[in-house]
């Protein structure tokens, strides 16, 4: 009987972390419905580029008419990646790849903006209407997210990217994950986003960098890491670099130090 339970049990995690994940490919969002069919109740709707699990592919077989195209594809039973809703949806509107895949780095990503969400904002600045806050994500390869990041002002944003670097000499720390957001209005605009993955898979974030360059070489802030020149052994040094010249030698000047004790950040 016990071994029943157990083979029971090992199924059902198999069936839940086995799932097959999709995302939303149609611009204007795709329906939920109740039931398996077009004329069933609609309980919900999911935006463009949304993570689905796959929960049963049915052979019932759909097509649907898109500015003279049809698309062909079946019903397919499905929840979100919250688990919130839960129904069927066309297939013909699913994808295996991310459809708002942006920069990656490892096993990293950044999601982007879609345009439909940048038609409707730039709609709502004609009209004077306000705009909800643009967000895009940092995810890893299970597609979860691990970080949002909003964009300030569309008009001036530029392009968001991201690298992983490994870190020694940070204790129970494995690597640093820097993402930045680049705005080019009369002078560019960083801002520089930098995590801490630990050795529990978690993040920690350390103070965000904005720099601004206007013109020529100009002093700039950054992170110095242990085993990085003027580095110190578990912590973080904020420098302000001044690049070299022809007419002058460039200049590292420690601006704040941060220690780290193998779980939390602080500042000296």
């Known amino acids: 009987m016990k071994k029943n339970i157990l083979v029971y049990l090992l199924l059902c995690f198999c069936s839940v972390y086995g799932q097959e994940i999709q995302f939303v490919n ?3 969002g795709l329906i939920i419905r ?16 949304e993570r689905v699990y796959i929960l049963q592919k049915t052979n019932i077989k759909f097509e649907f008419e898109d500015n003279g195209t049809t698309i062909t594809g079946f019903w397919n039973k499905i929840k979100d990646f919250n688990g919130i809703q839960k129904g069927f949806v066309f297939s013909g509107f699913l994808t295996p790849n991310v459809p708002n895949l942006g920069d990656t780095a490892e096993k990293y990503y ?13 709609k709502n600045m004609s009209t004077s209407n306000n705009n909800e806050i643009l967000t895009f994500h940092l995810r890893n390869n ?15 944003y530029e392009n968001s990217s991201v690298s992983v670097s490994t870190v020694n000499n940070l204790e ?24 801490l993955l630990n050795n529990k898979e978690n993040l920690i974030e350390i103070p965000q960098i904005k720099n601004m360059h206007c013109d020529g ?6 992170y110095i890491f242990p085993e990085e020149e003027n580095g110190e052994e578990n912590k973080i040094l ?10 002058e030698e460039g200049k590292t000047e420690i601006l704040k130090k941060y220690t780290w004790n193998g779980v939390t950040l602080s500042e000296n």
């Open 172 to 195: 129970n720390v494995l690597k640093v994950i820097i993402v930045e957001v680049n705005y080019d209005s009369c002078c560019s605009n960083h801002y520089s986003t930098y995590l």
């Open 238 to 247: 904020l420098a302000k670099i001044t690049p070299k010249t022809k007419k």
């Open 110 to 122: 950044l999601t982007t903006i879609p345009q439909s969400v940048r038609d409707k904002y730039w």
């Open 142 to 156: 299970k597609h979860e997210n691990l970080h949002e990041f909003s964009i300030s002002n569309l008009e001036f």
């Open 34 to 49: 109740e039931n398996s069919n077009i004329n069933s109740a609609r309980i919900g709707k999911l935006n463009f580029g």
């Open 217 to 222: 070489p100009e002093p700039y802030k950054t």
């Open 26 to 28: 149609a611009p204007n």
